[in-house]
């Protein structure tokens, strides 16, 4: 069974949340009120036939009215089409599809909206921002993803790329981003910037030990954290700078969107404490003159489903069931 963001009555409305990943895609049954009646997860397509049956297998579980489908998807959506533009990667076969018609879902409404705004719109809904009006949300996880509410409305820029707050320059002499900008935040904060720089922190201080873990394979971002807190001397020494750039970043976001609050999801979040405590720290001592104040830094509510929600959520608030 779901994740319970908030509580649905019987007999309320219900839709289809579908977040598709880079590794899984996910969906669950979703109630009006947040909660996930049925989950679905299977090793993410690798073709839009694929796809079309992954969904059309969770139509045929749901047996009961639907609003209808809000898919979530990695990549700028046109949100008014359900067009996917542009998605570089293993789901590169999407770009250019309607993903509404993509999933032949007949009269049912779909939906379709980035990944980091669907997470962002869980939140708002049901979540830590509930009731909020201005609100950023970042996640961090293999790359780093972002979305803004301000104002009460979601921040999609003119082609629909607004909030790929991952892409912000902080090193101008910094490595190649997979986005062919050099210096990004993403390329100094997320697991696969964590672990090239614990890698090769590692081999300049003794190349004999650059394999660590019981699978001979360089360790993970959770193994870094947790080598970390055992006193690792070297898992500490690239959290920390790891941390000061994403504080950096932060500290600029506060500044631009002047939110009510901050949110920091996906996998590396997992970190808890261990990622929160410095942040804010950090944050704390660079924000205080312009803001007068400090901005709540905190985790999303929703975590493993919050984009499968959020997707559903789509749905509502295109019926009216919902506002923000």
């Not at 003794?206 to 954290?225: C, H, R, V, Y």
Request: aromatic share 6%; charged share 20%; glycine share 12%.
């Amino acid at each position: 069974m779901g994740e319970n963001l908030a509580s649905t009555d019987a007999g309320s409305p219900l839709a289809i949340g579908v977040d598709i990943g880079g590794t899984t895609i996910k969906a669950a049954i979703v109630g009006v009120g947040g909660d996930l009646l049925e989950n679905f997860c299977e090793p993410s397509p690798r073709s839009v036939s694929a796809l079309r049956d992954f969904v059309h297998s969770v139509l045929k579980r749901a047996k009961m009215p639907l609003q209808g489908i809000g898919i979530g998807c990695k990549g700028v959506i046109d949100t008014a089409s359900s067009r996917v533009k542009s998605l570089p990667g293993d789901l590169q076969f999407l770009e250019g599809q309607l993903l509404s018609d993509v999933v032949e879902a007949g009269d049912l409404t779909v939906c379709a909206e980035n990944d980091a705004r669907t997470a962002l719109i869980a939140e708002v809904l049901w979540g830590a921002a509930r009731g909020r009006r201005n609100v950023v949300l970042l996640t961090l996880g293999t790359g780093v993803g972002g979305a803004a509410l301000v104002d009460g409305v979601i921040i999609r820029g003119d082609g629909g790329a607004a909030g790929h707050l991952g892409q912000v320059t902080l090193d101008l002499r910094g490595g190649l981003c997979i986005c062919g900008n050099y210096g990004c935040l993403e390329t100094h904060f997320s697991s696969r910037a964590i672990e090239s720089d614990y890698a090769a922190h590692l081999y300049r201080a003794a190349p004999a030990k650059l394999s660590l873990d019981s699978t001979g394979q360089t360790p993970n971002t959770e193994a870094i954290f947790r080598a970390a807190a055992a006193g690792d001397e070297s898992a500490r020494h690239v959290l920390d700078c790891a941390f000061e750039y994403l504080a950096a970043a932060i500290v600029s976001f506060l500044h631009i969107f002047d939110p009510e609050i901050f949110i920091l999801g996906g996998n590396i979040a997992a970190a808890g404490p261990q990622l929160l405590t410095p942040i804010q720290d950090k944050v704390a001592r660079r924000t205080k003159i312009v803001l007068g104040r400090e901005v709540p830094i905190v985790f999303q509510k929703a975590t493993g489903y919050g984009g499968v929600a959020g997707a559903a959520g789509l749905v509502f608030l295109k019926q009216r069931l919902l506002a923000i």
